[in-house]
């Protein structure tokens, strides 16, 4: 396995991009390709939480693919700096796919509660003038996420926002309700939006579970593939919903019908998929 820390320096803020490579062995296929995926723990923005980074990513090796988890800048940097960070990530692994053995058709973005919103900015934003003025050294090919999986997302900054998430995001323009309506991605999906896996349960209280449910509509209004799971049972901040992820008296944390999700996500991680949308 290649595991490295790599420096991700984006709008002059630093993040870092720890590698889960797997290797290639003669006596299966010493040429092969595989998914990657980036991973984007949550934490209001404010942190980015250990619960949804290691354990995510060595699960996604268990399913065969590359995982990478990106520890973004977080309040007091405010947006797009995390965005930018995410997307000059992307380019990474592109830059190194052959040396990483990567599929270039298939670098996922994974995110957690507002590492969704993150994870969903660039699957909003890759391919506008946003990005190419905070990055003008790279192009829309380079930053452009083939596929997205959005964990009980963040995704509107409107009727059912989370408001922490929000201020932490904006900063002082977090009063301003044009800012908040921009990056409400429900508003912002468009043709070139990857298809995407989404998973939320109804009894989130934190994030409410009208910000997937928001996110899928438009997703189909656009015509894009999306698949998306909601269970009846669970609160906010499952990871994989298992004891692996659950600390001492948090038992709330472990949902049996929820941990399929991982399963799940890893079959439409390669599954093939059109990118004719």
């Given at each position: 396995m290649r595991h490295e820390n790599l420096a991700v320096v984006a709008m002059n803020e630093s993040a870092s991009l720890t590698t889960y490579l797997l290797d290639n062995v003669a006596e299966i296929d010493i040429h092969r390709k595989r998914p990657l995926v980036v991973i984007c723990p949550g934490g209001g923005y404010a942190f980015t939480s250990q619960r949804e980074a290691e354990s995510i990513a060595i699960q996604c090796n268990a399913r065969g693919l590359h995982a990478a988890i990106l520890r973004y800048s977080v309040a007091p940097a405010l947006f797009p700096t995390a965005l930018a960070q995410l997307a000059t990530a992307v380019a990474m692994v592109r830059e190194n796919a052959a040396l990483w053995q990567v599929d270039t058709n298939n670098i996922s973005v994974l995110g957690f509660s507002a590492g969704g919103h993150l994870a969903a900015s660039l699957g909003?934003?890759?391919?506008?003038?946003?990005?190419?003025?905070?990055?003008?050294?790279?192009?829309?090919?380079?930053?452009?996420?083939?596929?997205?999986?959005?964990?009980?997302?963040?995704?509107?900054?409107?009727?059912?926002?989370?408001?922490?998430?929000?201020?932490?995001?904006?900063?002082?323009?977090?009063?301003?309700?044009?800012?908040?309506?921009?990056?409400?991605?429900?508003?912002?999906?468009?043709?070139?939006?990857?298809?995407?896996?989404?998973?939320?349960?109804?009894?989130?209280?934190?994030?409410?579970?009208?910000?997937?449910?928001?996110?899928?509509?438009?997703?189909?209004?656009?015509?894009?593939?999306?698949?998306?799971?909601?269970?009846?049972?669970?609160?906010?901040?499952?990871?994989?919903?298992?004891?692996?992820?659950?600390?001492?008296?948090?038992?709330?944390?472990?949902?049996?019908?929820?941990?399929?999700?991982?399963?799940?996500?890893?079959?439409?991680?390669?599954?093939?998929?059109s990118d004719e949308h």
């Open positions: 909003v934003f890759w391919n506008t003038a946003l990005l190419r003025e905070a990055l003008p050294n790279l192009t829309a090919a380079q930053v452009r996420p083939n596929r997205m999986v959005l964990c009980y997302p963040v995704i509107t900054g409107l009727a059912f926002a989370h408001e922490g998430s929000f201020r932490n995001l904006l900063g002082d323009a977090y009063e301003e309700v044009t800012k908040r309506q921009g990056l409400s991605l429900e508003t912002q999906v468009n043709q070139d939006t990857p298809p995407t896996f989404i998973w939320h349960t109804a009894q989130d209280t934190d994030v409410p579970p009208q910000n997937s449910l928001l996110f899928a509509s438009a997703l189909l209004s656009n015509n894009i593939p999306c698949e998306l799971h909601v269970y009846p049972k669970g609160c906010h901040g499952l990871s994989l919903a298992n004891q692996e992820t659950c600390g001492p008296a948090q038992e709330f944390l472990i949902v049996p019908s929820c941990q399929n999700w991982i399963d799940m996500a890893g079959r439409f991680l390669w599954m093939a998929l």
